[in-house]
């Protein structure tokens, strides 16, 4: 059975400093998605990746993919108070087209 | 935005009490998703469809049930609500094709007494 981690679950990080929060996921996917949830709101999405070295940027957010490690990153750079968010990574896994979330990632961004 | 609707976004029910939530779709994704989401727990896949008729569990399928009747709608009943299913329900829509995000409904938050 698919299970999808991340690590790690809190981040407190100063305006202006670069971090990366990794997901790894256990079986064979044919695609991973990132998401945004702001306190009390839904999921926004950030970015759908599918093949093996891909890589989206969006801001200061860029997520890339390792399928061969079964492990995507989200690095953020320069971070700023905006970002504060929760994140999440979700992998379709084999045939059974389930969508599996990791736990998320409470991100504070503090001045 | 994606055309993905839930309903009711908020309810309060009582202990017993058959609820359903609705999932409405305007996009024709073959994909549609139930999950619950509780503090330290993240998002858990209740039930799932891939298709009109085509639905399976998740991880915490207990306790719920899911209809398609038709691609545009998928429902989730509780058929005897507790106090554990109180939660925030979220539906979500994906398409078959690859490149393409999967989208989230704003969620409904069910209190049961």
């Known amino acids: 059975e698919l299970k999808v981690e991340q690590n790690p679950l809190f981040l407190s990080m100063q305006e202006g400093k670069n971090y990366t929060i990794y997901c790894n996921y256990s079986?064979?996917?044919?695609?991973l998605y990132w998401y945004r949830q702001d306190p009390g709101k839904s999921l926004e999405s950030l970015f759908v990746?599918?093949?093996?070295?891909a890589v989206k940027q969006e801001g200061r957010l860029m997520a890339s993919l390792d399928t061969k490690a079964r492990l995507s990153t989200l690095h953020i750079t320069a971070a700023v108070h905006d970002l504060s968010a929760t994140y999440f990574c979700?992998?379709?896994?084999?045939?059974?087209?389930?969508?599996?979330f990791g736990k998320g990632t409470l991100l504070t961004v503090n001045p | 935005d994606a055309g993905i609707t839930q309903s009711p976004r908020h309810k309060v029910t009582e202990t017993g009490t058959p609820v359903t939530l609705r999932c409405h779709q305007t996009?024709?994704?073959?994909?549609m998703y139930w999950y619950r989401q509780d503090p330290g727990h993240g998002l858990r896949l209740i039930h799932y469809?891939?298709?009109?008729?085509?639905?399976d569990k998740g991880e915490v399928s207990d306790g719920y049930s899911v209809s398609r009747s038709k691609t545009e709608d998928f429902l989730l009943t509780l058929e005897s609500a507790t106090s554990s299913q109180t939660s925030v329900y979220f539906c979500?829509?994906?398409?078959?094709?690859?490149?393409?995000?999967?989208?989230f409904g704003q969620g409904t938050r069910l209190t049961v007494v």
């Open positions: 979500a829509i994906r398409s078959w094709e690859a490149n393409t995000e999967a989208f």
């Open positions: 079986t064979t996917s044919d695609r």
């Open positions: 990746l599918l093949s093996n070295g």
């Open positions: 979700a992998v379709v896994g084999g045939s059974n087209y389930k969508l599996t």
């Open positions: 996009e024709n994704h073959r994909y």
């Open positions: 469809s891939y298709g009109v008729k085509d639905t």
